[in-house]
């Protein structure tokens, strides 16, 4: 079974810019999740969709930080305009919905850099 | 809210030994999972062992076990037989019952195993 598939692996831009991340989720999982972990840190939710749906977002910093999740599958979480603070691993999670789908399964992250 | 907390930035051990990981959390509910993940240095996160709150039996793994002590809300990671590949960040998580809740982790524990 494949896991979650994220690109790119890394980006650097310089403040101000925009950059979008991707993550195509394990085949099947209804749910989806973007965590942001800085350096030294555990990782931070920043939203949570269900199917087409999105769960909990109160942690977007929505005046710049957009996500969609078009069709239930795959989710790009864009950044726009990057600040220096925006610099970290942005990761992505899926799951299943039900009794005993308890567990998120991640991905291998985009490492962002904001010069 | 529900916080994580890990006592111990960093723990070392020597290849072969066993070593124990502390973590406790602070929530209201009566019914959650608790979850260890390993990251390694390239970032993909890991799941290592799960424990669903309202089991008193300790979770098992190989290698791994937890000590799950529901009352003083302590849920420590023991390694048995380190080896050299256990080295990476280990992640306590947190994660309400209702299906899709976020999970909420720690700051983390820097391991190293010395051969």
């Known amino acids: 079974e494949a896991g979650v598939a994220q690109s790119p692996r890394y980006k650097i831009i310089e403040k101000r810019q925009s950059v979008a991340f991707w993550c195509n989720p394990i085949?099947?999982?209804?749910?989806l999740y973007w965590y942001q972990q800085i350096l030294g840190q555990g990782p931070k939710l920043l939203i949570q969709?269900?199917?087409?749906?999105?769960?909990?977002d109160s942690q977007l910093p929505k005046d710049r930080f957009s996500a969609e999740r078009l069709k239930g599958v795959d989710s790009t979480l864009k950044i726009q305009p990057a600040k220096l603070e925006d610099s970290a691993v942005y990761l992505c999670?899926?799951?299943?919905?039900?009794?005993?789908?308890?567990?998120?399964?991640f991905g291998p992250g985009t490492r962002l850099t904001v010069l | 809210a529900q916080t994580v907390t890990q006592s111990q930035p960093e723990m070392s051990v020597q290849e072969a030994e066993t070593v124990t990981l502390s973590c406790t959390y602070d929530t209201s509910e009566s019914d959650y999972y608790l979850f260890w993940y390993k990251q390694p240095p390239s970032r993909q996160m890991i799941l290592v062992i799960r424990q669903e709150a309202y089991k008193q039996q300790n979770a098992t793994e190989n290698r791994f076990s937890v000590n799950f002590q529901k009352a003083a809300k302590s849920f420590s990671l023991k390694i048995s037989d380190s080896q050299l590949g256990d080295a990476a960040m280990y992640f306590c998580a947190y994660r309400s019952r209702g299906s899709g809740s976020r999970l909420t982790f720690g700051e983390g524990t820097q391991l190293t195993v010395n051969p």
């Open positions: 969709f269900q199917n087409n749906g999105v769960v909990d």
């Open positions: 999670a899926s799951s299943s919905i039900g009794p005993g789908t308890d567990t998120q399964y």
């Open positions: 085949s099947g999982h209804a749910t």
